[in-house]
């Protein structure tokens, strides 16, 4: 399952994703993680989540950091990414949406949930990124 939470800066995006995180962790029965290239959510985020700071650019190099994580803890079961188009480097909406393809395929075989946050507006988005919303 991928889920998008998409529309533009002050829209309450990372509020909800916020929210979203400590449901999983009461909800959810393995690891959660959130990955955010910056450290703001420190004191947001309930310390029973893992919280990781990204700051490599280019999807190629977020699609080797997931699969590490992944690779790495088995338990996990809900990865939340805030701000995709920050953490890949990259504004290009067709480069994300085939970044989404890919997270709905290893979603699949892994059975690892994932939660993002694109700071764009939403009217901007495709066909193929909506059926993520």
Same mark, same amino acid.
């Given at each position: 399952?991928?889920?998008?939470?998409?529309?533009?800066?002050? *829209?309450? %995006? &990372? %509020?909800? +994703?916020?929210?979203?995180?400590?449901?999983? /962790? @009461?909800?959810?029965?393995?690891?959660?993680?959130? /990955? *955010?290239?910056?450290?703001e959510l420190t004191y947001d985020i309930p310390y029973k989540a893992r919280l990781v700071q990204y700051n490599e650019s280019g999807y190629d190099f977020l699609r080797g950091f997931v699969s590490g994580l992944q690779?790495?803890?088995?338990? /996990? &079961?809900? /990865? $939340?990414? @805030?701000?995709? +188009? %920050? +953490?890949?480097?990259?504004?290009?909406?067709?480069?994300?949406?085939? $970044? +989404?393809?890919?997270?709905?395929?290893?979603?699949?075989?892994?059975?690892?949930?994932? &939660?993002? &946050?694109?700071?764009? @507006?939403?009217?901007?988005?495709?066909?193929?990124?909506?059926?993520?919303?």
């Amino acid at each position: 399952m991928v889920k998008v939470i998409m529309g533009l800066k002050g *829209e309450g %995006k &990372t %509020k909800k +994703l916020i929210d979203l995180v400590k449901n999983a /962790i @009461d909800e959810e029965h393995g690891d959660v993680v959130v /990955i *955010e290239s910056k450290k703001e959510l420190t004191y947001d985020i309930p310390y029973k989540a893992r919280l990781v700071q990204y700051n490599e650019s280019g999807y190629d190099f977020l699609r080797g950091f997931v699969s590490g994580l992944q690779s790495g803890n088995y338990d /996990i &079961t809900h /990865i $939340f990414m @805030d701000s995709l +188009l %920050k +953490l890949a480097g990259d504004k290009d909406l067709a480069k994300a949406e085939s $970044f +989404l393809n890919w997270l709905e395929a290893f979603s699949e075989k892994e059975g690892v949930k994932f &939660t993002l &946050t694109i700071s764009a @507006d939403a009217a901007s988005a495709s066909e193929g990124m909506k059926r993520f919303f």
